[in-house]
């Protein structure tokens, strides 16, 4: 008499095939490992546990062998993965430490992204190049060698840059720069004081 038997591995339960034969020939086939059901497995696209007489899915949450995330250990005793309270503010940590990150990021496009100045009712570039080129100018005032020149604003007009508009300017970046410092540190402890750092919208309040 042919029959068809499923075989799973005793220790983790999991379905390893279909095996067909005499009951002799199926005797024969499984090792001490291995035990068998006559019930088939749901279907063959899934991985599957006998679990209580039963065929159970295989997700990483019955699954000693398979993590489901980064915070879970497996408990024994329960035979399913729960969070564990170290690996949970372990990531709480990074998470915290990986936002404060983008808002650093964000704090130094604030600072880059230009100043306005009211006596000229224009934007004034505070990118990288222009620093550079402000220093400059701090420098030859200092000297005394400054000279008015045609500067070019971020709306796209020419005005003229004078020594009384530089130092107007420069004390205008100063303060925006303070400004958003202060909103960056704002931002960070606001961010930590949520349980899921990572949410935390930090695109606003500038």
């Not at 090792?31 to 019930?39: E, G, M």
């Not at 209580?52 to 993590?67: A, S």
């Not at 190049?129 to 971020?154: D, H, R």
């Amino acid at each position: 008499m042919i029959i068809e038997v499923y075989s799973y591995n005793k220790t983790s339960l999991s379905f390893k095939a279909k095996i067909s034969g005499t009951p002799e020939d199926i005797t024969e086939h499984l090792d001490t490992n291995h035990s068998f059901t006559l019930t088939p497995p749901p279907d063959y696209n899934h991985v599957w546990r006998w679990v209580d007489t039963q065929w159970v899915e295989l997700l990483p949450i019955n699954n000693p062998d398979r993590q489901p995330d980064n915070v879970s250990v497996w408990d024994g005793a329960l035979n399913k993965w729960v969070a564990d309270t170290a690996l949970l503010a372990i990531k709480h940590t990074k998470d915290q430490a990986s936002m404060w990150e983008r808002i650093k990021e964000k704090r130094l496009l604030e600072t880059t992204s230009g100043v306005y100045v009211p006596s000229i009712d224009r934007h004034l570039y505070t990118d990288n190049t222009s620093t550079i080129m402000y220093s400059q100018i701090g420098a030859s005032i200092s000297l005394g060698i400054f000279e008015p020149l045609m500067w070019k604003t971020m709306e796209g007009y020419f005005i003229q840059m004078t020594a009384e508009l530089f130092k107007e300017f420069q004390v205008l970046m100063m303060l925006n720069t303070q400004r958003i410092y202060e909103k960056a540190e704002w931002h960070k402890v606001m961010m930590g004081s949520i349980e899921d750092p990572l949410s935390y919208d930090y695109s606003q309040n500038w």
